[in-house]
């Protein structure tokens, strides 16, 4: 079954210090990849996305994203976090070939940032 | 700017009262989507409109619907909430269906249902 794993329901960090939250996919092929991030009352808003070639891919806000395809991982990271990176983060599947633009999504990651 | 637009943010219905949630854009673009997030659960598609061609997720009940009658809005109608109904529901466009393009969310509306 196509599906897509955040393991992490919620990840508390220091300002400054390194992020990565995980995610993990479930896909006979290789899928289109994203990562969404929500702000509190917000819609999502795209960050980066996967669909072939260099598997590091550079995003907004500072965050990139690198795809294993042995591990059927795409976590996501940042060097330095900041306060404003308080957020939940989805990733986000895609089915490579479907006509339909279906995005199966993770349950989302809830990142709180300590001053 | 161009942006995708819900109205309204905060809907609070009674059970059985049909409801209806809107969705402007702005971007002109082709596909609108509908969304439905419950709390701590991934969004889940409904349905979507490519123009004017409607396509139903094969899981999605009979009590949603949808009506889009021009490019730039999209309604999803609730014909008999249910408590079981109560979500964020998220309204989203691109300017095609294939996945090389990127979705735009609106900020959603959160639908109580007492």
């Known amino acids: 079954a196509q599906s897509v794993t955040q393991p992490d329901i919620h990840i508390t960090v220091s300002e400054g210090a390194s992020l990565e939250l995980r995610c993990n996919y479930s896909?006979?092929?290789?899928?289109?990849l994203f990562w969404y991030v929500q702000s509190p009352g917000q819609g999502l808003q795209l960050l980066l996305k996967?669909?072939?070639?260099?598997?590091l891919v550079q995003g907004i806000k500072g965050f990139e994203a690198e795809f294993k395809r042995s591990q059927s991982s795409f976590n996501l990271r940042k060097p330095s976090v900041h306060w404003s990176d308080a957020a939940e983060y989805f990733c986000?599947?895609?089915?490579?070939?479907?006509?339909?633009?279906?995005?199966?999504f993770g349950k989302g990651t809830k990142l709180s940032v300590k001053p | 700017d161009a942006m995708v637009i819900q109205n309204p943010r905060y809907q609070v219905t009674q059970f059985g009262k049909p409801v209806t949630l809107s969705c402007s854009q702005t971007?002109?673009?082709?596909?609108m989507y509908w969304y439905q997030q419950k709390s701590s659960q991934a969004p889940k598609l409904l349905f979507h409109?490519?123009?004017?061609?409607?396509?139903n997720e094969a899981d999605t009940p009979d009590n949603f619907q949808s009506r889009r009658p021009n490019t730039s809005f999209c309604f999803l109608d609730i014909r008999s909430p249910g408590l079981g109904d109560a979500a964020m529901y998220l309204c989203?466009?691109?300017?095609?269906?294939?996945?090389?393009?990127?979705?735009?969310f609106g900020p959603g509306t959160r639908l109580t249902v007492t």
């Open positions: 989203a466009t691109s300017t095609s269906r294939g996945l090389n393009n990127e979705q735009y």
């Open positions: 896909y006979g092929a290789t899928p289109y």
């Open positions: 996967y669909f072939s070639g260099d598997t």
């Open positions: 986000a599947m895609g089915r490579r070939g479907g006509s339909q633009g279906n995005l199966i």
């Open positions: 971007l002109n673009h082709n596909v």
């Open positions: 409109y490519y123009d004017k061609d409607f396509n």
